[in-house]
């Protein structure tokens, strides 16, 4: 069963960090890019960074650029998402997916088997 577990949202006041990890399982991790999005109430899903699983190439949101970074451990199935000076805007709920493919992309559709998401709250 493909499975994947996001962890590690909490509240942080504006300035501070935080960092997200993805547990995956049942499927060939190393196969697929991974993403990672967020859900704002009242707006729609958009995607955050995203990581190859070939090369490592990353992409990014503009609104994040400079201030997140993910990250892949094959050897252990984890992606991360570091996300440094975090702002009120930054608010969401945020879920990490598998791509369908294995080149990057921050299109929803590309994407299957979603997390459950974690909150990340960020104060003013």
């Known amino acids: 069963e493909v499975q994947l577990v996001d962890f590690g949202g909490g509240v942080v006041q504006a300035g501070g960090s935080l960092r997200l990890s993805c547990a995956a399982s049942?499927?060939?991790?190393?196969?697929?890019?991974i993403g990672w999005f967020r859900q704002a109430p009242g707006k729609e899903r958009e995607g955050v960074a995203c990581i190859s699983s070939s090369d490592g190439t990353t992409i990014y949101a503009d609104s994040v650029k400079g201030r997140f970074t993910i990250s892949r451990n094959d050897a252990k199935n984890m992606v991360y998402l570091q996300m440094n000076n975090l702002k009120p805007e930054d608010t969401a709920i945020y879920y990490c997916?598998?791509?369908?493919?294995?080149?990057?992309?921050?299109?929803?559709?590309?994407?299957?088997?979603w997390g459950q998401g974690t909150q990340v709250t960020v104060s003013s």
């Open positions: 997916a598998r791509g369908y493919y294995s080149t990057v992309t921050l299109s929803p559709g590309a994407f299957r088997s």
């Open positions: 049942g499927f060939s991790f190393d196969d697929h890019a």
